[in-house]
């Protein structure tokens, strides 16, 4: 079905279809029409970061930011959902047109600038979705807020988000936001990281469960670099890392219409850094914390990439916006076909 809407949503504006699909799924969740898609027989359960997850396949935060869409996107047989980015406060984002579609490249430019109607609201929609699942929230500072003073906005949303979610992913990535990508190295990271994982082992003394938290990391660092971004996550406590975000790169999507707009580039061009990214932090880690691979992934084959460079979990989404939720399906199948 979604061969003969695409077309349609594509004569579209990105951001406007981006908005009408998530209200039609949310609509369809209401009206008990997303049974019709539910996939029940998907499910090979894998453990990851003390959860077990029914299927390694994910939704990777950005398309559903403030959780609006939670049951809607359920249905289309996902083994765990993101959403987020949010942030402390509600916040505008960026001036729009800022979500480009790329066809030739199947790939995607955003400069979102985190978007969203901030951390109260997307409790409020959690806590009226009827999900069960596994359920990552996705954390990140106001663009308002100093980079200095990014730990007060990673702690306000740790403290508000904390009992709603399966686990937490700090966002310290996106190239939308002024400052933040300095966020990931050295003393920065450590002085980001540390208070936060204190912080979770008090929370966790006060609603009496441990919530994992993963940490997002850019596919645009050299290999010694990703190994010292290892290193920091394990020592400050980290239970994850998700590799990778959007890319600066333009060198793919040269000379094509679009391709030198301002913001991250998603979907098959970022696919073989992001794998790479994997395969170094794979080496280096050995197995101390999970890898979790996002970036690129357009049919089966590339999730499977993932998993063999060293991931043990992967999250799509550009590719959904170029191939629908067949894919989902197609990367579990793929995936549950193989000894992984």
Not at 228 to 243: F, H, P, R
Request: with cysteine; aromatic share 4%; net charge neutral.
């Amino acid at each position: 079905m979604y061969s003969l809407v695409r077309p349609l949503l594509f004569k579209l504006s990105a951001e406007t279809a981006h908005e009408l699909t998530l209200e039609w799924l949310a609509a369809a969740a209401r009206l008990g029409l997303t049974r019709l898609c539910a996939d029940t027989d998907a499910s090979k359960p894998v453990q990851v970061m003390g959860l077990r997850f029914p299927n390694r396949v994910g939704l990777a935060a950005g398309l559903d930011k403030n959780g609006a869409c939670i049951d809607g996107l359920a249905a289309l047989g996902f083994g765990f959902l993101e959403i987020g980015t949010v942030t402390p406060r509600p916040q505008a984002g960026n001036p729009k047109p800022r979500l480009f579609r790329l066809p030739e490249r199947q790939a995607i430019i955003n400069r979102m600038g985190f978007n969203n109607h901030g951390v109260e609201q997307l409790i409020r929609n959690v806590k009226s979705s009827s999900f069960d699942g596994i359920l990552g929230i996705n954390i990140g500072k106001n663009a308002v807020t100093p980079v200095e003073n990014a730990l007060d906005d990673y702690l306000l949303c740790l403290n508000a988000v904390y009992a709603h979610a399966s686990y937490i992913t700090v966002n310290i990535s996106s190239p939308n936001t002024p400052g933040l990508r300095t966020l990931q190295y050295g003393e920065s990271l450590k002085a980001l990281l540390g208070p936060l994982h204190e912080r979770r082992l008090q929370l966790a003394a006060e609603v009496g469960r441990n919530v994992p938290i993963a940490v997002k990391i850019a596919p645009d660092m050299t290999a010694d670099e990703f190994r010292m971004v290892a290193d920091t996550l394990v020592e400050s406590g980290m239970d994850a890392v998700i590799a990778t975000n959007t890319t600066l790169s333009r060198d793919a999507v040269a000379g094509v219409r679009h391709g030198n707009e301002a913001g991250g580039l998603s979907g098959l061009p970022v696919r073989e850094a992001s794998t790479q990214a994997i395969h170094v932090l794979s080496e280096h880690l050995k197995g101390a914390i999970p890898i979790i691979g996002v970036g690129g992934i357009l049919e089966g084959n590339d999730a499977l990439e993932k998993i063999q460079a060293g991931a043990s979990l992967v999250q799509l989404y550009s590719g959904l916006i170029y191939r629908g939720p067949a894919l989902v399906r197609e990367c579990v199948d793929t995936l549950n076909a193989v000894a992984v």
